[in-house]
């Protein structure tokens, strides 16, 4: 796994002490300082990639509040011994289906939610399999620090249908995955899915 780039880590740094200190200050100066800081990162950030300034402030620097972890939760569903995968009509890519956590759902309920919208399947979620740290894995560089749940469900009901972000459902053995989208899901990740599916959760 290729380390995060410092630069990244830098400029995610910069941005967590700029809106934290935006979240709490009440000084002008101190507020003027934070918004330096902020706007620091994002010039990292257009500096060493192809993204605008504008971009990367809209996607990167206009959270508001604390700073903390975005959730990413991926649903685990299996059926004779094959995990449900999802295509993704933006990338070309396979996934767990899942995607980020909604504010008034539970994880659980983010897990139900996303199978039915994206797979068709009625499911109900069983057990936690796993909470990771996604600058552990070997995922692309984000300019978010992201913790993914994986979260073990049974079919209850539905059908295999696609959903408005996907084009294709299938169900795949563990050493038959089709090509993956890394930034959602790893190889190494949806095999410890299979292996974690009768022991206790991984938090990595």
């Known amino acids: 796994m290729e380390p995060e780039p410092k630069w990244l880590a830098w400029a995610k740094q910069l941005q967590s002490i700029a809106q934290s200190g935006l979240a709490y200050s009440t000084d002008e100066f101190d507020i003027e300082r934070f918004e330096l800081i902020r706007n620091i990162s994002v010039e990292m950030i257009a500096e060493q990639s192809d993204m605008s300034q504008a971009k ?104 295999a249908a696609k959903g408005m972000e996907t084009s294709e459902v299938g169900f795949f053995e563990h050493d038959h995955l089709p090509p993956l989208s890394i930034a959602r899901n ?12 009768d022991k206790g959760a991984i938090f990595d």
């Not at 790893?186 to 599916?197: A, P």
Request: proline share 5%; charged share 25%.
């Open 186 to 197: 790893t190889e190494s990740q949806i095999k410890m899915v299979f292996n974690k599916t």
């Open 56 to 159: 990367a402030k809209d996607i990167f620097a206009n959270d508001t509040g604390y700073a903390t972890p975005k959730v990413d939760v991926r649903s685990a569903v299996f059926k004779d011994n094959k995990i449900l995968m999802v295509k993704e009509k933006k990338s070309g890519y396979w996934s767990l289906p899942g995607g980020w956590a909604d504010i008034g759902l539970t994880a659980s309920e983010v897990a139900v939610q996303e199978v039915k919208e994206e797979a068709g399947f009625d499911v109900t979620p069983t057990r936690l399999l796993a909470v990771l740290d996604m600058k552990r894995h070997p995922h692309p560089p984000t300019l978010h620090h992201i913790y993914k749940m994986f979260i073990q469900c049974e079919i209850v009901g539905g059908k």
